[in-house]
């Protein structure tokens, strides 16, 4: 007589089946190994960093100098008066990117687990180059209409940029090796890749745009026509995320436009004295640090 045929799991001894895990998609840059709360709590760090390390420089300047720290209007027109003490400001800003990026290396790659530019996405996502000459020719005759109407009002850039031509070329340097990096990891990698996830795709633009915006504008307060551009392209730069699925287009966006303007500082005493004074443009640099 026939045996009868037995099916696959009737093969297998019940005490040695093993239970099958459920499948686990690895991380991409909008299914991120960390949640909102510590996206947050990363960006409130590299805000400190932006406000204590400066202050740690500065400090033992002026008490070397009998500045009165308890006077605080006195104070800060040292930090922007005093060359040296704007440089010790501005250099400042080297460490606390340094400590700002392995922070979010750490969280990017959970420790090493997961790799740091596939995680984050380091793929062109369609983007070519037309799109990013399109992108910058539209923002900057935005940036120009606006100036005609709108002139930019003397804020605490503007006097960092006339403290001396070294804070001059200290600055185009940061604005364009490090900020561009820093800052996307920040807000277009770590922030809107978590809140995109967790509570949708415009919340997360929402929330990367205005945080952005949010920290920079005590830097360019009063000049509303800078907030509003410097908005404006946190606004473009978070929807190329968002379109792109990769941070790697807003890292070379963010180069660009920085880039050009660090030139154009750098370049203002070969300049024809019949062009306006760069450090009065508007559409100068709109977010450094």
């Known amino acids: 007589m026939q045996e009868p045929e037995l099916t696959a799991d009737e093969y297998i001894v019940p005490e040695k089946r093993e239970r099958l895990e459920p499948f686990v998609p690895p991380p991409s840059p909008n299914n991120p190994p960390w949640n909102t709360p510590l996206a947050i709590a990363f960006w409130f760090v590299s805000v400190l960093l932006i406000v204590i390390l400066p202050s740690l420089f500065v400090l033992p300047y002026a008490v070397s100098h009998k500045i009165d720290l308890s006077n605080s209007p006195k104070f800060m027109e040292f930090l922007m008066s005093d060359p040296t003490a704007v440089l010790l400001n ?30 984050l996405g380091w793929n062109s996502g369609g983007m070519r180059w037309w799109h990013y000459a399109a992108i910058l020719v539209a923002f900057f005759v935005i940036a120009g209409v606006l100036g005609n109407y709108f002139p930019e009002t003397e804020n605490d850039l503007t006097r960092i940029l006339k ?3 070294t804070a001059v070329y200290l600055v185009a340097f940061l604005a364009t090796f490090t900020a561009p990096i820093v800052e996307e990891v920040i807000y277009r990698g770590v922030v809107y890749s978590a809140v995109q996830r967790t509570v949708g795709v415009g919340f997360g633009i929402a929330a990367a745009t205005l945080l952005f915006a949010l920290v920079h504008v005590p830097q360019y307060y009063p000049s509303y026509s800078t907030i509003f551009l410097l908005t404006l392209l946190s606004l473009i730069l978070t929807l190329v995320r968002s379109r792109t699925g990769n941070l790697l287009p807003c890292i070379i966006l963010h180069f660009i436009f920085n880039g050009l303007q660090s030139l154009l500082l750098v370049l203002e005493p ?20």
Do not use: M
């Open 90 to 119: 501005i250099g400042a800003v080297i460490p606390a990117h340094l400590i700002t990026i392995a922070l979010g290396w750490a969280i990017i790659t959970n420790l090493g687990k997961y790799p740091f530019r596939q995680t």
């Open 163 to 165: 403290s001396s031509r």
């Open 270 to 289: 070969f300049l024809p004295k019949s062009l306006p004074d760069t450090t009065e443009v508007p559409s100068l640099i709109w977010h450094l640090f």
